[in-house]
């Protein structure tokens, strides 16, 4: 069984301050782990993925198998920053692809 | 980028009434397309996972003949909620997925919020 944790539903920043955003996986195969973001009366969207490496609005995620996890990470935050994010683990069996998400965390960005 | 539209936005239906949400993919092929539900203030809860021309992959615990649903082109696939009880209301969101040149990248509807009376 594949399982993502959000440690924290909540997380408040001051402008200017770093941002992690924790997630933890279980998985006994190779996941692909993701980033969506969700901003007030939004659809979701993606954020970043793991495989691709780069940095989306100055967000990065690293993918640690050892910790098992894919923390969100930014060293200045801002105030647009503000939303919903989910981390997603998603998985391909016998061409069946699963996708589990995280309960996501509420950033919050205090001017 | 793409974009995944669903109707109706917004339903309420009275209990015992079947209910049908579309999901379109409008500018590109959806190989797979996936159901979630949401409750509120928690996450995303997947459904089912739908690939064109083919039956769709269920969850466990979500009830198949409840829950209806088709996969009948690249751009178009179907929830029906059959029979519909007040434990049903929620917040049905749909995605999909093109797998080529995007991964596994899902790309999400607006969302779809029933009302069973």
């Known amino acids: 069984a594949q399982r993502v944790t959000q440690p924290e539903k909540l997380l408040s920043v001051f402008k200017g301050a770093p941002v992690e955003l924790k997630c933890n996986y279980s998985y006994s195969g190779s996941p692909e782990l993701f980033w969506y973001v969700q901003y007030s009366r939004q659809r979701l969207q993606l954020l970043l993925r793991h495989i691709s490496r780069e940095s989306i609005k100055g967000f990065t995620a690293d993918l640690n198998k050892g910790e098992t996890s894919f923390h969100l990470k930014k060293p200045f935050a801002q105030e647009e920053d503000s939303a919903m994010y989910y981390c997603?683990?998603?998985?391909?069996?016998?061409?069946?692809?699963?996708?589990?998400f995280g309960i996501g965390t509420k950033l919050q960005v205090i001017p | 980028g793409a974009v995944v539209s669903q109707h109706p936005s917004r339903v309420i239906c009275k209990s015992g009434t079947s209910v049908k949400i579309e999901c379109r993919s409008l500018?590109?092929?959806?190989?797979?397309m996936f159901w979630y539900r949401q409750f509120p203030k928690q996450s995303l809860m997947l459904m089912a996972t739908?690939?064109?021309?083919?039956?769709?992959?269920?969850e466990q615990g979500v009830e198949k003949d409840k829950f209806l649903i088709n996969h009948a082109s690249l751009t178009l696939s179907t929830l029906t909620v059959t029979s519909a009880h007040p434990e049903d209301s929620s917040f049905y969101i749909c995605?999909?997925?093109?797998?080529?040149?995007?991964?596994?990248?899902?790309?999400f509807g607006p969302g779809t919020r029933l009302t069973v009376l």
């Open positions: 997603a683990l998603s998985s391909n069996s016998g061409g069946y692809q699963k996708v589990t």
């Open positions: 739908s690939n064109e021309g083919s039956k769709a992959t269920y």
């Open positions: 995605s999909a997925r093109s797998g080529r040149g995007r991964g596994n990248e899902q790309f």
């Open positions: 500018d590109f092929q959806a190989t797979t």
